[in-house]
């Protein structure tokens, strides 16, 4: 099965801009995840959706950061505006009943 | 709150070796536990996982030992290969509660040929 879809790989912006990471997840995986990973750190997680809809958003940012997950498929996290301390790689990871997660590659931003 | 504490941060290895990453967690409620291998520019994937009522799984050249009284856990890599150089995380996840994952800080894994 394809894994899951990420893009752009790279982005480097300026702080203040604006900038938007989608994800295309394995086909017929109801859960979505977005997740934050800082050099040399563990991934964190910013949002969870079950199907279109937000399970969990506690630890997302929501004065900066917002996400989405259209017709409970391909899903978007957009940063507004962005600050040096966003610089990450941005994960996307998919699952479903009884089964792990699977990563997507990741954006890396680099915010300067 | 770091909620599970992995040591050490990186471990140098000659081929043919172990390698042994340690976990601890605060958190009873955690009820699956998996490890995650990541490689530079790819996202982290799923490597070995075990279950509280379990206190050794192996699958390969890979083993997690598991002390529930202790809250500890620990990947060992036998027979260690350069092609096993990488990241690796341990995590957390309260499997009830949307199977969401706490990671571990990471450790970066060198085999020496």
């Known amino acids: 099965e394809a894994g899951v879809a990420q893009s752009p790989r790279y982005k480097i912006i300026e702080k203040r801009q604006s900038v938007a990471f989608w994800c295309n997840p394995i086909s017929g995986h109801a859960t979505l995840y977005w997740y934050q990973q800082i050099l040399g750190q563990g991934p964190k997680l910013l949002i969870q959706?079950?199907?279109?809809?937000?399970?969990?958003d506690s630890q997302l940012p929501k004065d900066r950061f917002s996400a989405e997950r259209l017709k409970g498929v391909d899903s978007t996290l957009k940063i507004q505006p962005a600050k040096l301390e966003d610089s990450a790689v941005y994960l996307c990871a998919s699952s479903s009943e009884g089964r792990g997660y699977t990563f997507g590659s990741g954006t890396r931003l680099t915010v300067v | 709150q770091q909620q599970v504490k992995q040591s050490p941060q990186s471990l140098i290895v000659q081929k043919g070796g172990i390698s042994i990453i340690n976990c601890a967690y605060e958190n009873t409620a955690f009820d699956y536990f998996p490890w995650y291998q990541q490689f530079p520019g790819k996202g982290p994937a799923l490597l070995i996982a075990i279950r509280p009522d379990v206190s050794e799984k192996k699958e390969g050249r890979f083993t997690i030992s598991f002390n529930k009284s202790a809250k500890q856990f620990s990947l060992h890599i036998m027979d260690s290969q350069p092609g096993d150089s990488a990241t690796y995380f341990c995590a957390a996840e309260i499997k009830a509660a949307g199977n969401k994952l706490t990671f571990g800080g990471g450790t970066r894994v060198l085999v020496k040929p």
């Open positions: 959706f079950q199907n279109n809809g937000v399970v969990d």
